[in-house]
C-alpha cells in the first residue's frame, strides 16, 4: 500500500524564497487531502553572545528588553507567515480550509521542530535548505541535514535558489 500523510508540516525560516517552499507542501497537501501546520523557531542567543549583551545592558535591562519585546516580535513574526500563507492561496479556497496553524517557537530549530511535528503527529515535514560552503557548513551543520538524520517521518528538502 502506498504511503499517504495524514498533517504536513513546513518549518519556514522566512527567508524571500520561504513561499516556493510552501508551494510544495500545498502540492503535497492537495494529492493527500491533509492538513498544513506552519513552523517557525527563533533560535536562542547562544551563551557567549548573550553574556557579551548583558555586559553591554546589564542582565536586568537585557531580562526586560526581551519580556517586553518577545511577546509582540513572535506576534509580528506569526502575522508574516499567515500573510505568506494567505498570499500564496489566495483564489484557492480548498487549500485555504487545508491551512491549519501557525506556530513560532523559541529555541534550538531541530528539537523545536521535531517537537511540533510530534505534537500535530505530522506524517511528513517540507522545508528548504541553503547551500553553504564547505567552512560555513563543517562549523555550522545544517538543520535540514540534522532533521533529516532525527526525523521519524519522511522530511521533503526543497533547494533554494543562491541570492
Known amino acids: 500500500m502506498l504511503p499517504t500523510y495524514q498533517g504536513i508540516l513546513v518549518a519556514t525560516d522566512l527567508s524571500p524564497h520561504a513561499s516556493l517552499v510552501f508551494r510544495h507542501a500545498v502540492m503535497l497537501a492537495r494529492f493527500h487531502k491533509a492538513p ?3 513552523v517557525h523557531v527563533v533560535q536562542k542567543l547562544d551563551n557567549s553572545a548573550r553574556t557579551y549583551v548583558a555586559t553591554v545592558l546589564g542582565e536586568e535591562s537585557l531580562n526586560r528588553l526581551e519580556e517586553d519585546h518577545q511577546k ?3 506576534q509580528t513574526i506569526r502575522q508574516k507567515i499567515v500573510d505568506l500563507a494567505q498570499a500564496e492561496l489566495a483564489g484557492f479556497p480548498e487549500d485555504q480550509a487545508r491551512f491549519s496553524e501557525v506556530e513560532v517557537r523559541i529555541g534550538n530549530p531541530v528539537e523545536q521542530i521535531l517537537a511540533a511535528v510530534k505534537q500535530h503527529q505530522a506524517d511528513v515535514i517540507v522545508m528548504g535548505t541553503h547551500s553553504k560552503g564547505r567552512i560555513e557548513h563543517s562549523f555550522l551543520g545544517s ?3 540534522k532533521i533529516i538524520a532525527r526525523a521519524v517521518c ?3 528538502v526543497v533547494p533554494l535558489p543562491k541570492d
Open 143 to 145: 538543520v535540514a541535514e
Open 72 to 74: 509582540e516580535a513572535l
Open 154 to 156: 519522511p522530511t521533503f
Open 36 to 38: 498544513i501546520y506552519l
